[in-house]
């Protein structure tokens, strides 16, 4: 079981598809299913026009979820759609309460930067909480954050397609933010979580988020998952300048694609050369996808 999970932030772009085709193309060749999960952790910025039109592209490409996650997403409320689930949020809180420390924390993203530049560690890769509000006692409410305390602790696994990695969540990310000062729940917290309760024992995603696995197999291992998940981290497509690529690439989005009278298999074959998965580019049905794996 594994899972398809877009952000309503914006309409889907090659990227996107990029990990739509690994994540249908495994579940095909070995024999899996996969679930459809919109991740509207952030509210400020999701859009339900951007969820229809989520699905009208997944339609238009072929690519066909598990039904039970298709048919929820028409009405609400689902399982499969975060914003929906803030009551098993809740209910995992207190259950994680009851096995770590966890505790309120009132820093903005802006305040941890600060801090981390006043003590020299301003070059690092992510933004490293520091632990400010630990042992302060804050009490919970309005327009304050709650963590989970991580202590030092090496978290292996084997990732499916990069091998035997090694992290350490308490000096990559520090306290784990479960709830950010508005309130929202976090998209580590929440895809963790939803992973768990779906069953999902595959997670494909993109290089980029590789470094976040760690943390989340050890939040994982706290809410008490005997059994995690595998993962497989695959190759991004690059924009022109090199970076990731966005929503703001507005010429690889799909819907510019289809009005340019692209099919849906050359989109499909395209993110899989992009990919590494053909020595070239050529149309790929949906169907033909678990080929590429074979």
């Known amino acids: 079981v594994t899972r398809f999970a877009p952000s309503p932030t914006g309409y889907l772009h090659l990227g996107h598809i990029a990990n739509a085709v690994w994540t249908w193309g495994l579940a095909q060749?070995?024999?899996?299913?996969?679930?459809?999960?919109?991740?509207?952790?952030?509210?400020?910025?999701?859009?339900?026009?951007?969820?229809r039109a989520i699905l009208d592209d997944l339609d238009w490409l072929g690519l066909t979820p598990d039904p039970e996650s298709r048919l929820s997403l028409e009405a609400r409320p689902s399982p499969y759609r975060q914003s929906d689930n803030g009551a098993l949020y809740g209910d995992t809180l207190r259950l994680l309460r009851a096995r770590v420390q966890i505790f309120a924390c009132r820093?903005?993203?802006?305040e941890i930067a600060a801090r981390l530049a006043e003590d020299g560690l301003a070059d690092w890769d992510e933004l490293r909480y520091p632990g400010s509000c630990r042992s302060l006692g804050l009490t919970e409410g309005p327009g304050s954050g709650i963590r989970m305390m991580?202590?030092?602790?090496?978290?292996?696994?084997?990732?499916?397609?990069?091998g035997a990695q090694r992290q350490r969540p308490a000096l990559q990310c520090g306290d784990l933010l479960l709830r950010d000062t508005t309130g929202s729940w976090t998209?580590?917290?929440?895809?963790?979580?939803?992973?768990?309760?779906?069953?999902?024992?595959?997670?494909?995603?993109?290089?980029d988020l590789l470094p976040s696995t760690g943390r989340q197999l050890l939040l994982g291992r706290r809410l008490g998952r005997a059994t995690p998940p595998a993962f497989l981290h695959h190759p991004l497509i690059r924009a022109p300048g090199g970076?990731?690529?966005?929503?703001?690439?507005?010429?690889?989005?799909?819907?510019?694609?289809?009005?340019?009278?692209?099919?849906?298999?050359d989109v499909l074959g395209q993110a899989a050369y992009l990919t590494g998965l053909l020595p070239e580019p050529r149309p790929v049905a949906a169907a033909e996808l678990g080929s590429l794996f074979g």
């Open 107 to 110: 820093c903005s993203r802006k």
């Open 187 to 207: 998209y580590q917290f929440c895809v963790t979580v939803d992973d768990w309760r779906s069953g999902v024992n595959l997670v494909i995603r993109g290089e």
């Open 29 to 51: 060749a070995a024999g899996g299913r996969v679930l459809l999960r919109i991740e509207d952790h952030d509210r400020g910025r999701c859009r339900p026009e951007f969820e």
């Open 243 to 265: 970076g990731k690529l966005s929503k703001r690439d507005g010429a690889t989005g799909v819907r510019e694609l289809r009005a340019a009278g692209r099919r849906p298999e």
């Open 150 to 162: 991580v202590e030092e602790e090496t978290v292996e696994f084997t990732d499916l397609r990069l």
